[in-house]
């Protein structure tokens, strides 16, 4: 006997909606004036064109081996809302704001030094960036803090190859990274009301060990491309068992220093956002708890995608001996 | 125009720019059309909705004094209402499709957000508020119901600092609302000093 069972999530061909119909309703919609309307209500009408806006920021295919991180059992996050879904302040504090306002942002010609207490400081030019060093593709769970989160195939090379071809010496104890500084093509560095009054230019840090581990990628692609600029392009920080602000993007330096470096959240509030800003759902953030969150994959408003948070994001058997005896309710 | 042609007319403006919004926002919001997020999105349309109409309302009283307008005053009611049902949206948006479900969370989330404390505070004097609008009830409580209504005025500050307490870093748009709510009180600043020369 034939048995057939289908996928639960699976579309019926008569869900689906032909794309001109789709496409007209849009139309339909801003003819109507709605727009203009429900602004009355809500102040802004957030993004009925979100699928739609035409991307001026040119990203390339990248050559790229797998790793063994490019199969884990979890779904994968839609491209689409990888790249409309962005914490880049630099470019607005809405979600949406940073896929609209980063599109004319230029990365090439760009410059990322690495520096400080190494025997051999070296600069990538933006080509080098994609040639140095081999680049491979990693599928990573990102948690943020807002306890949301999503599942991302990276693409890039480890810190740790980048720092060791500097030569770090004995004082190197951090690393501290920087992220461009450039009012003029950032807006949200000059105007704090799309800046979220944060201080620019955003700066991060980890501890050496934390730099050296294997997880802790650079990444100049997602999805098989090069980095959208909302994403942090040309080159981000990706530290996977960490909340997702201390990814810094758009970096243009990266510090090797003997004290703990200042990061941005942390100065902003240190009862909120801690150095170490690892994924811990014992330890509550003042305002939610992070005990569960919200894992964003395709399927709207009724899509059941609550799950529990897990200790240092799932990543403990990577990472746990960076922590031995630290009291991380302290050091959240 | 006659009064009652021109309190019908408002209405059904108000209907229609009230209502309409919220069912084409749950509709892009369930086909998954409403941004990434749409969780988030819904949330935080509603819950900004039922403040802004919170702050329509207390603008009618004003304007209708102002430019002699007294039929004005009959759409009060209407609009409280709507800033009541998108408050009851808010809320279950957060409870439905944020914590989906799980109500052991919500009830430990109310008593742990100090901002959702206030959140909920805000709420129940709402919920009050709306099931005491019944023109029956109304006349039933006689002076307290008017009692009851001036904490309106505590439920709109008690919304601002909801919202300011809810954001991460952003002032601008909170201090935006507290500047248009110290606006709106300060027109009622006769009506509060005679509570307290009482």
Same mark, same amino acid.
């Given at each position: 006997m034939l048995i057939k069972s289908k996928n639960k999530s699976a579309l019926l061909e008569s869900q689906v909606t032909d794309e001109a119909i789709y496409k007209d309703r849009r139309k339909v919609l801003k003819q109507l004036g709605f727009v203009g309307a429900s602004a009355l209500v809500a102040g802004s009408m957030p993004k009925i064109a979100w699928a739609e806006s035409p991307s001026a920021f040119k990203t390339k295919a990248l050559n790229f081996k797998k790793s063994q991180y490019s199969d884990i059992p979890d779904k994968l996050t839609p491209e689409k809302k990888v790249i409309s879904h962005n914490n880049f302040y630099e470019f607005?504090? $809405? $979600?949406?704001q940073p896929a609209e306002l980063a599109q004319n942002f230029k990365v090439d010609p760009w410059q990322l030094k690495i520096t400080g207490e190494v025997d051999k400081p070296f600069t990538l030019d933006y080509n080098e960036l994609f040639s140095r060093f081999a680049i491979e593709e990693r599928i990573y769970r990102l948690r943020c803090v807002e306890a949301w989160s999503m599942v991302i195939p990276w693409l890039g090379f480890r810190l740790a190859d980048v720092i060791k071809k500097a030569q770090p010496n004995s004082k190197a104890k951090y690393v501290a990274f920087k992220t461009l500084h450039d009012p003029e093509q950032m807006p949200g560095q000059s105007n704090r009301y799309l800046g979220g009054g944060i201080k620019y230019p955003y700066v991060e840090g980890l501890r050496i060990d934390e730099a050296m581990n294997d997880l802790t990628l650079l990444s100049v692609g997602l999805y098989g491309k090069t980095l959208p600029a909302q994403n942090g392009a040309p080159i981000r920080l990706v530290t996977p068992w960490k909340y997702g602000f201390k990814s810094i993007k758009s970096i243009v330096e990266i510090k090797l220093v003997e004290r703990m470096p200042k990061t941005t959240w942390n100065k902003l509030a240190p009862n909120e956002y801690g150095f170490y800003a690892n994924v811990n759902p014992e330890v509550d953030h003042p305002r939610w708890s992070q005990a569960s969150e919200r894992r964003i994959t395709s399927g709207g408003l009724f899509a059941r995608n609550r799950i529990e948070t897990q200790m240092f994001n799932g990543y403990g058997e990577e990472v746990a001996d960076l922590y031995k005896g630290m009291n991380l309710g302290k050091h959240y | 125009m006659r009064n009652f042609v021109k309190i019908l007319l408002l209405k059904t403006i108000i209907h229609f720019a009230a209502f309409i919004p919220a069912v084409v926002m749950y509709y892009l919001a369930i086909v998954d059309q409403l941004g990434s997020d749409p969780v988030e999105e819904i949330i935080h349309f509603t819950g900004i909705s039922a403040l802004n109409i919170l702050l329509i309302t207390l603008l009618v009283s004003p304007v209708a004094k102002y430019f002699k307008q007294g039929w004005l005053i009959n759409v009060r009611r209407l609009l409280g209402l709507y800033a009541f049902f998108y408050a009851c949206l808010h809320m279950l948006n957060f409870l #439905? #499709?944020?914590?989906? #479900?799980?109500f052991s969370l919500f009830i430990g989330e109310v008593i742990d957000r100090p901002y959702i404390t206030i959140g909920m505070l805000a709420y129940a004097i709402i919920l009050l508020l709306a099931v005491t609008s019944w023109s029956k009830i109304r006349k039933k409580m006689g002076k307290k119901w008017q009692a009851l209504h001036n904490y309106n005025y505590l439920l709109v500050s008690l919304v601002c600092i909801h919202f300011y307490w809810s954001v991460k870093s952003e002032i601008i748009e909170p201090s935006i609302y507290f500047i248009m709510l110290f606006i709106l009180l300060y027109q009622r600043k006769d009506k509060f000093k005679r509570w307290f020369k009482r």
């Amino acid at each position: 006997m034939l048995i057939k069972s289908k996928n639960k999530s699976a579309l019926l061909e008569s869900q689906v909606t032909d794309e001109a119909i789709y496409k007209d309703r849009r139309k339909v919609l801003k003819q109507l004036g709605f727009v203009g309307a429900s602004a009355l209500v809500a102040g802004s009408m957030p993004k009925i064109a979100w699928a739609e806006s035409p991307s001026a920021f040119k990203t390339k295919a990248l050559n790229f081996k797998k790793s063994q991180y490019s199969d884990i059992p979890d779904k994968l996050t839609p491209e689409k809302k990888v790249i409309s879904h962005n914490n880049f302040y630099e470019f607005g504090a $809405k $979600k949406d704001q940073p896929a609209e306002l980063a599109q004319n942002f230029k990365v090439d010609p760009w410059q990322l030094k690495i520096t400080g207490e190494v025997d051999k400081p070296f600069t990538l030019d933006y080509n080098e960036l994609f040639s140095r060093f081999a680049i491979e593709e990693r599928i990573y769970r990102l948690r943020c803090v807002e306890a949301w989160s999503m599942v991302i195939p990276w693409l890039g090379f480890r810190l740790a190859d980048v720092i060791k071809k500097a030569q770090p010496n004995s004082k190197a104890k951090y690393v501290a990274f920087k992220t461009l500084h450039d009012p003029e093509q950032m807006p949200g560095q000059s105007n704090r009301y799309l800046g979220g009054g944060i201080k620019y230019p955003y700066v991060e840090g980890l501890r050496i060990d934390e730099a050296m581990n294997d997880l802790t990628l650079l990444s100049v692609g997602l999805y098989g491309k090069t980095l959208p600029a909302q994403n942090g392009a040309p080159i981000r920080l990706v530290t996977p068992w960490k909340y997702g602000f201390k990814s810094i993007k758009s970096i243009v330096e990266i510090k090797l220093v003997e004290r703990m470096p200042k990061t941005t959240w942390n100065k902003l509030a240190p009862n909120e956002y801690g150095f170490y800003a690892n994924v811990n759902p014992e330890v509550d953030h003042p305002r939610w708890s992070q005990a569960s969150e919200r894992r964003i994959t395709s399927g709207g408003l009724f899509a059941r995608n609550r799950i529990e948070t897990q200790m240092f994001n799932g990543y403990g058997e990577e990472v746990a001996d960076l922590y031995k005896g630290m009291n991380l309710g302290k050091h959240y | 125009m006659r009064n009652f042609v021109k309190i019908l007319l408002l209405k059904t403006i108000i209907h229609f720019a009230a209502f309409i919004p919220a069912v084409v926002m749950y509709y892009l919001a369930i086909v998954d059309q409403l941004g990434s997020d749409p969780v988030e999105e819904i949330i935080h349309f509603t819950g900004i909705s039922a403040l802004n109409i919170l702050l329509i309302t207390l603008l009618v009283s004003p304007v209708a004094k102002y430019f002699k307008q007294g039929w004005l005053i009959n759409v009060r009611r209407l609009l409280g209402l709507y800033a009541f049902f998108y408050a009851c949206l808010h809320m279950l948006n957060f409870l #439905f #499709f944020e914590l989906q #479900f799980d109500f052991s969370l919500f009830i430990g989330e109310v008593i742990d957000r100090p901002y959702i404390t206030i959140g909920m505070l805000a709420y129940a004097i709402i919920l009050l508020l709306a099931v005491t609008s019944w023109s029956k009830i109304r006349k039933k409580m006689g002076k307290k119901w008017q009692a009851l209504h001036n904490y309106n005025y505590l439920l709109v500050s008690l919304v601002c600092i909801h919202f300011y307490w809810s954001v991460k870093s952003e002032i601008i748009e909170p201090s935006i609302y507290f500047i248009m709510l110290f606006i709106l009180l300060y027109q009622r600043k006769d009506k509060f000093k005679r509570w307290f020369k009482r």
